[in-house]
């Protein structure tokens, strides 16, 4: 124990030495904050918002529904955490409105990760419905049995017009681009790169055999925040109850083309005389 004590003084003034050595904390300086700690955004910020519309390009896409479409409310909760290897992940809470009637369509859940890597938004979405899905179902049907009645194939230009206007007869196949572009701006999203459908430059209907429908658009995207405007090219195929399969090329992608049957992988072939065999 008289070791011990004698060595007291000395592990003191070795103590005193470092700390003068030591600089005074910086004024505001914070803790570092943990790695993978989750932390809470302004629901209304870019970034918040931009994930929330990514999830749900993801829903429109996979409901495959024209009738039962959503566009985004209001953020009410959302956070961040930086995952290690994968990349940002964000947890969602959101409102949602009907596309076309901006009705009151109920609210979701949503995690968004943003992989380091050059791949699609992961998206898992869960929503509550204030339409009843029967409803959307019967909805869904009477479109269908109307388009599949035409006689000659639909070819439309300039959906809407310059001043927002959209022929009655044409309401239908531009939900089904809704629903179809959700597929791209789902897959060509990042964290700092969202997307909006801006028009339908050209669609035309290839009558079928068989009993689904099948159209090729010229779709112009509006990319935000840099607002250039993208032309792509879709070949959509639909039948109600089942995937919406998607074949897509852009300008700005050198050609290339990106598949979205119901699926989350792309793939490379040609697009314009393609027929369905080729899913």
Not at 35 to 52: K, Q
Not at 255 to 264: A, C, F, P, W
């Amino acid at each position: 124990m008289q070791g011990l004590g004698a060595s007291l003084p000395v592990l003191l003034l070795l103590l005193l030495l470092l700390s003068a050595q030591l600089p005074p904390p910086a004024v505001g300086d914070q803790p570092p904050r943990a790695l993978g700690a989750e932390r809470s955004l302004d629901p209304s910020s870019r970034l918040a918002v931009g994930a929330a519309r990514v999830a749900l390009h993801k829903y429109n896409f996979q409901a495959a529904s024209p009738s039962g479409l959503r566009a985004l409310g209001q953020v009410r909760k959302a956070t961040v955490k930086s995952i290690p290897g994968m990349g940002q992940k964000y947890y969602l809470q959101f409102t949602t409105e009907d596309y076309r009637s901006r009705e009151n369509a109920g609210s979701c859940l949503a995690t968004v990760l943003y992989p380091k890597k050059k791949s699609p938004p992961a998206v898992n979405i869960k929503c509550i419905n204030t339409k009843d899905q029967k409803q959307i179902q019967e909805e869904d049907n009477r479109l269908y049995q109307k388009l599949k009645r035409q006689t000659k194939p639909i070819i439309g230009s300039n959906i809407p017009d310059i001043f927002g206007n959209m022929e009655p007869a044409f309401e239908p196949v531009w939900a089904l681009a809704v629903a179809g572009s959700s597929y791209m701006m789902w897959e060509k999203s990042t964290e700092k790169v969202g997307y909006f459908m801006s028009q339908v430059k050209s669609v035309k209907q290839w009558m079928r055999k068989d009993d689904s429908l099948e159209f090729d658009y010229t779709i112009l995207l509006h990319e935000m925040p840099t607002q250039e405007m993208i032309l792509c090219h879709m070949r959509l195929i639909w039948l109600p109850g089942r995937h919406l399969k998607v074949k897509y090329t852009c300008e700005s992608d050198s050609h290339r083309l990106e598949d979205g049957s119901g699926m989350e992988s792309g793939s490379a072939a040609g697009i314009t005389h393609e027929r369905e065999e080729n899913f």
